[in-house]
């Protein structure tokens, strides 16, 4: 039984301590939908491992507050022992919960639930949206699921996930596309190249333009977006004496949220041309949307400048569904799904200061 009255460390301790890595969300799903439904200002709704908390006071304004509640699998304490059950290290402000799912990102999901069940005369109306799947493949994707299903669950003026990123804004995201560059040759026996044409060697001016070309930046809505280009695997050759006669260069683009998926594509298109190019894999970015004044007000309450997500989250499905959204969590993203995964005890409290404070603030100010 979750406690939701109980201190955020503590809360965070036992919302990890409940184990969920992907696929086995079901545990954790039952204890939050049992604890929500205490709660008489909340409606609770459920779909497989989801969880929708609402309140329905008729508001000017509806706002969403969304964090997966499954994590990685665990891993390895120093001494080798498993990164859960959690543990606690340092005192007072340095104080950090360590173990799995405390970045990456249970800390949103406690604060999250701290409020969901404390605010019960918001001025916003919330939808607190709990899910399943965000670890894995895209397809399974619980909010996903969601969005396909009941998209009526997710409206809203505005989203808030709460992913890792110590505790600031951080608007839109960037969109990312895979390409395999597929270079032909012609076999022959490497004591006798000349009769061949190597589809390695061809490789290397293809490589030399990835390592030297720089995509740059984009500011949009206000942020700016940093964009990649890299080769991100390679392979060809099929025996020790043989000369290749094929060798495929998969490329990943990180691109800005003003240029759709297709755009993007044909710009790499165009950057590699004359190349056999095959479209892999891509996900649109999302606009910051921070122009939007119901997202305004979220940066409002935080008091600083807002940062562009420069990797690809769930704020995009939001964005797909005409609703805007950032991130604002507690804990390191450097730190997701790393061994020695900690959240600080202080960006709990800030992040929950912040959004008590939006979701307690006058619509219009
Ligand atoms: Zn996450």
């Not at 260069?249 to 759709?260: G, I, Q, S």
Request: aromatic content about 4%.
């Amino acid at each position: 039984m979750l406690d939701l009255s109980a201190d955020l460390a503590d809360l965070l301790q036992a919302v990890c301590d409940v184990e969920s890595v992907s696929g086995d969300e079901a545990r954790l799903a039952d204890a939050v939908e049992v604890a929500l439904a205490a709660c008489p200002h909340l409606e609770v709704l459920r779909d497989g491992d989801a969880v929708v908390a609402r309140t329905s006071l008729g508001r000017a304004e509806r706002v969403v507050v969304a964090g997966h509640l499954d994590t990685v699998p665990l891993g390895r304490r120093p001494d080798g022992s498993p990164n859960l059950p959690t543990w606690r290290t340092g005192s007072g402000d340095d104080e950090l919960v360590h173990g799995r799912g405390t970045a990456d990102m249970k800390g949103g999901v406690a604060v999250a639930l701290s409020l969901a069940a404390a605010l019960t005369e918001p001025t916003r109306d919330v939808t607190w949206v709990f899910y399943d799947h965000e670890e894995v493949e895209a397809s399974c994707n619980g909010l996903g699921r969601l969005a396909r299903e009941h998209p009526d669950w997710l409206a809203g003026d505005v989203a808030v996930l709460g992913e890792p990123t110590s505790a600031a804004v951080e608007g839109g995201c960037n969109g990312t596309l895979r390409v395999d560059v597929v270079l032909d040759g012609v076999p022959a026996h490497s004591a006798r190249p000349w009769r061949g044409v190597n589809a390695v060697h061809a490789a290397a001016p293809l490589l030399a333009l990835l390592a030297g070309h720089d995509p740059g930046e984009r500011e949009v809505d206000g942020l700016v977006f940093r964009q990649s280009l890299q080769a991100v695997g390679i392979r060809g050759g099929t025996a020790g004496n043989v000369v290749p006669d094929r060798c495929v260069v998969t490329v990943n683009h990180r691109f800005a949220p003003d240029r759709t998926l297709a755009e993007a594509e044909a710009d790499l298109r165009e950057l590699l041309a004359g190349y056999e190019v095959v479209l892999t894999d891509g996900a649109e970015g999302a606009r910051p949307g921070l122009d939007r004044p119901a997202a305004a007000a979220v940066v409002a309450a935080t008091g600083e400048e807002p940062r562009a997500k420069l990797g690809w989250t769930d704020v995009a499905r939001f964005t797909a569904l005409g609703v805007p959204a950032v991130n604002l969590g507690p804990g390191d993203p450097l730190l997701a799904h790393a061994d020695d995964e900690h959240c600080p005890v202080r960006d709990l409290h800030r992040c929950a200061d912040v959004l008590r404070r939006w979701l307690t603030a006058p619509v219009d100010a």
